[in-house]
């Protein structure tokens, strides 16, 4: 269980001087290599879920084994949705398992990139999710990742990234100095005096959308200037690409796990390369030992029913699981009945919030509020309500957990 707080994973790379990649996933060949080449840096890293790639696989299908990776991991991993597009993308997010989101609205006005981020950064930081927002505009050129990035490239101009940080609470800021999504034509030219005056005015982690294409010098100055994480996938695709052109090459009849052969490695070596010159490999103990694992927790309730029929109790459970689940932070609702009969408590909920932060902001959420004081409490028992945390991360190398269990009855 290596899954970590994404926010003190790159305050690490931020203080140290180095940079997480946040490589985007487009399968589990991409999965699977990310992750072993982490194992074989000895690196953190980020698992990266791009909503303009929704196109090419099943957001709800991919998350569990992006999180099974993540957990089965002995390096430290977050999980980010990168180029969020919603509110209601962000809140799907971080239900499916991401402790990270970037909402990019930065195609549109500094107004309502404003407003729109500061949405989600309500919304996430109730659920202890931190947000990358991005200002500026990184477009595209060539490539994949050139034709959902459209337009001209607009640099972020510092004095507005300030009153934007402040405005939107975003804990991460994505910066356009001259990078390009997808791949680059020619040698990328860097604005570095920006970037220093885009580090000295907020002070908070960056972040480099479009890592393709640049040089081994322009990849090693960009963490001393306040970058933290950059993101990067075309590179991996193209190398993918290439090893399946080869393979056809010599093997016009191949199977496709004849012609995808190969190309879990070459991607590999392709992440591997980057972590060694982004710094970020050799530094997975160190995260560990400073980060918040990040731990589920389970909302236990268990309980009997009174003035009720059966049948009621039943429309009640249906309700609740219907409202309760769309409460931002939770990730599951489970009713149960007892096995056995005459059990002291015969129904409970089991509730699994994405982290301890939801435990407030669920009993505060009006939702919920309603839902517990008109059609449960009134018509409730003798109960038991506990918050457990999920303690196995305690196990794994990570910060030692705090005991957070809390009781209410
Ligand atoms: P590249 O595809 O240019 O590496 O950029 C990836 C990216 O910025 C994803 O957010």
New binding site residues.
Partial sequence: MALVNMRDMLYHGYENSYAVG?F?LVSLDFLEAVIDAAERCRAPVIL?I?EPHFAHYDFELMMPAVEAAAKRASVPVAIQL??GSSLESATKAIKLGCNGV?L?ASNMSLPDNINATKTVVEMAHRCGVPVVGELGY?A?VE???AKQHPGETELTIPAEARAYVERTGVDFL?VSIG??????KGRAKLDFPRLKQLNQAINIPLV??????LNEDQFRRLPSLGVAK????????DVAAKTMREQVKTNREGSFTDLKQGVKQAIGEEVERCMRQWGSAGRAAEVLAQCEPWATVEHVIIYNVERMSDEQAHTMMAKGRSILAKIPGVREVFTGEAVKEGAKYRFCWLVRFTHKSVIDSYRDHPDHVAFADNLFRPFVGDRISIDYQDNAAATSGCRVLVNQASVSV
Avoid: C, K, P, W
Avoid at 179 to 184: H, I, K, N, S, W
Avoid at 208 to 213: A, E, P, R, V
Avoid at 230 to 237: A, E, H, P, R, V
């Fill in positions: 946040a985007d990266s791009a990168d180029h970037m990019d990184v595209g490539g994949e990742g994505a990078t390009v999504q997808g791949r680059m480099i959308h479009g890592g393709t294409g950059i993101n990067y996938f075309t590179g991996l695709s």
